[in-house]
Structures are given as structure tokens and as C-alpha cells.
Nanobody, 115 residues
């Protein structure tokens, strides 16, 4: 079992920045990839960014150059630095871990970007 707790969401004006944090606990040694997905009202949940245990990162095209995913291995925490935010980035952001035992999700944190 892996537990994921997110923090750092909030409201910001377009062009602003936010940093999301996700702290994993439990069987963290089993995590292969950890990252962030988001879901806007009426839309499907989509991958935003992820980082593998080897440090390889992947980003959605819509956030490349604006968002950066990183991790603090000692603290089992992954961060999503979001810069140059746009209204279309408004969504609930979910931390997601892929493990040998299956996927785990956090409870989600709301990000609202106003124009």
C-alpha cells in the first residue's frame, strides 16, 4: 500500500506560479513512477508530468516549458513547479504513483487560474 498526500493548490492570476507537493508513505520502495494528472470539470483526467525511479521525466505538450517535476528522494516527496499559469490549467490535480502492486492516487488539490 502507498499513501499519497498532496498540498500546494490554490488560486492565482494568469501568469502566476504555484508549487504542488506530494508526499508518499507506506511501501514507497515499490514506486516505479510518480507524477501528476489533472481533471477539469467535464473532461477526462490527463497526465501532466511524471518522473521515473531513474529520474526520467515526461510532460504533456501543453505544459512543456512551464511546469517542472522534481523529487526529494530522502523525503519521498515529488514537486510540480507550475509557472506562467493559464486559465486552461484550472483543474483538480492528482498525485499518482505506479507501483508493482498497481496504481495509487492522492485525494487531489484544486488549482484555479483566473484571467
Amino acid at each position: 500500500q502507498v499513501q499519497l498526500v498532496e498540498s500546494g493548490g490554490g488560486s492565482v492570476q494568469a501568469g502566476g506560479s504555484l508549487r504542488l507537493s506530494c508526499t508518499a508513505s507506506g511501501n514507497t520502495f515499490s514506486i516505479q513512477t510518480i507524477g501528476w494528472s489533472r481533471q477539469a470539470p467535464g473532461k477526462q483526467r490527463d497526465l501532466v508530468a511524471r518522473i521515473s525511479s531513474s529520474g526520467t521525466t515526461n510532460y504533456a505538450d501543453s505544459v512543456k516549458g512551464r511546469f517542472t517535476i522534481s523529487r526529494d528522494g530522502a523525503k519521498n516527496t515529488v514537486f510540480l513547479q507550475m509557472n506562467s499559469l493559464k486559465p486552461e490549467d484550472t483543474a483538480v490535480y492528482y498525485c499518482n504513483a505506479i507501483t508493482r502492486g498497481g496504481p495509487y492516487w492522492g485525494q487531489g488539490t484544486q488549482v484555479t487560474v483566473s484571467s
